[in-house]
């Protein structure tokens, strides 16, 4: 124990040595915080069920336990992660060498080889557990979990190449940039949830999605062009949280931030007004304790994790339900295994699945040792043929995967 311990300290001292004195350590660290919400969320709130043949189905803990709602206010923390996203993408823009279109084109393939990667090897896995006995109801199962999370990678690559745009507008008006986002969520939500919400086509939902996420991303771009003071930051928090309580108390919004199953509304998919208001009241709280949490962070031993996930950052997203999958799949076949193939309907599920936590955080690490791979830049090894055929793998597993979704 002692010499792990002087090994960490080591490998702490080193990340330390190699950070740059001008690097801003509290938003890698709002990074790090939003990037480990979102498998501690997937985790905690999603669960299985084991049916016909030992084949797993998804389940959820929200469906019984309705105090859990508050569970996913921490834990949906997009706002959180598209705020440093803005943040950092304009002060990128800002010391970008080159064109626009070079800037563009170099994150965008940071955000497309992960996924491409994830898509591209699970094409080659399914089949593969079919042949050695999962049932195809899992493989869909898994297939659905998979594909999820990156929905998220489209619409923040599509939000990113819209930075130019949030640069010119953060200029003029700072973080009331962001107001006519608002207020076209406001405006779509009234439609949906209004009296005539009847006659509505449901697809009117989608024109959330891209305001919605551009919210915070918007709000960065101000705070990272120097535009958002304290003044702003308590008016965020603060008109954030009283309006996310009105939401609540007032108009009746479903209580949960991810949706439920057997529910008709969800904040999420695509995102509500109270999503905005979440991410309002999280935004101002980041930008106040923005100082304090730089000054933590000068600490070594709380700055390398930080980096560590940062590094990995869509690792973590990409590859979090294959994590586990890889412990629940196996499961299957052995019945019902508290906290991973038994319905999360009792707190007994609650403690075993908290207890499988550290577990499910073991066998990512194991899976990101190999997969970090896809995030570094492709070198001239990888031949085009490769790359294609890679391309058409995922593509393929994608839309198998959404057929199901």
């Known amino acids: 124990m002692v010499r792990v311990r002087e090994r960490a300290r080591r490998v702490a001292g080193r990340i330390e040595a190699r950070t740059p004195a001008d690097r801003d350590r509290a938003v890698d660290g709002l990074r790090a915080l939003a990037l480990l919400a979102v498998p501690a969320g997937h985790w905690l709130l999603g669960g299985f069920t084991v049916g016909d043949g030992g084949a ?82 899992t493989l869909r199962t898994g297939a659905t979990l998979v594909i999820q999370p990156l929905w998220f990678v489209g619409v923040y690559t599509a939000i990113t190449a819209l930075t130019p745009l949030c640069v010119r507008a953060a200029r003029r008006a700072g973080v009331w940039a962001a107001a006519p986002l608002l207020g076209a969520v406001a405006a779509v939500d009234l439609l949906r949830y209004g009296p005539w919400a009847d006659a509505v086509p449901g697809w009117l939902g989608a024109l959330n999605i891209l305001p919605g996420w551009l919210f915070a991303y918007q709000l960065g771009a101000a705070w990272g062009l120097g535009r958002a003071g304290r003044r702003h930051a308590w008016g965020l928090a603060v008109g954030g949280a009283v309006l996310f309580a009105v939401l609540l108390l007032v108009f009746g919004y479903p209580a949960s931030m991810v949706g439920v199953p057997g529910e008709a509304r969800t904040n999420s998919h695509p995102p509500s007004l109270l999503v905005l208001a979440l991410a309002a009241a999280q935004s101002g709280a980041a930008m106040l304790l923005r100082d304090r949490l730089g000054r933590a962070l000068r600490r070594p031993a709380l700055w390398a994790p930080v980096v560590v996930i940062n590094l990995c950052a869509m690792t973590i997203l990409c590859w979090h339900q294959t994590a586990m999958l890889a412990a629940a799949v196996p499961a299957s076949f052995a019945g019902a295994v508290p906290g991973l193939t038994t319905a999360p309907d009792t707190l007994g599920w609650v403690a075993a699945r908290l207890a499988w936590l550290p577990v499910l955080a073991c066998l990512l690490a194991l899976i990101a040792r190999w997969a970090r791979v896809f995030e570094t830049p492709w070198t001239s090894r990888v031949r085009v043929p490769v790359r294609a055929a890679a391309g058409v793998a995922g593509v393929g597993f994608a839309v198998w995967a959404l057929g199901w979704a």
């Open 56 to 137: 797993l189905h998804n389940a959820s803990p929200l469906s019984a336990f309705g105090f859990f709602a508050p569970v996913s206010w921490v834990l949906q923390m997009l706002g959180i992660f598209f705020l440093v996203g803005g943040y950092a993408s304009v002060r990128s823009y800002e010391r970008r060498a080159g064109g626009t279109g070079a800037w563009l084109r170099q994150r965008l393939a940071r955000l497309g080889r992960p996924v491409l990667g994830v898509t591209a090897v699970w094409a080659v896995l399914a089949p593969v557990l079919h042949t050695l006995g999962v049932p195809s109801t």
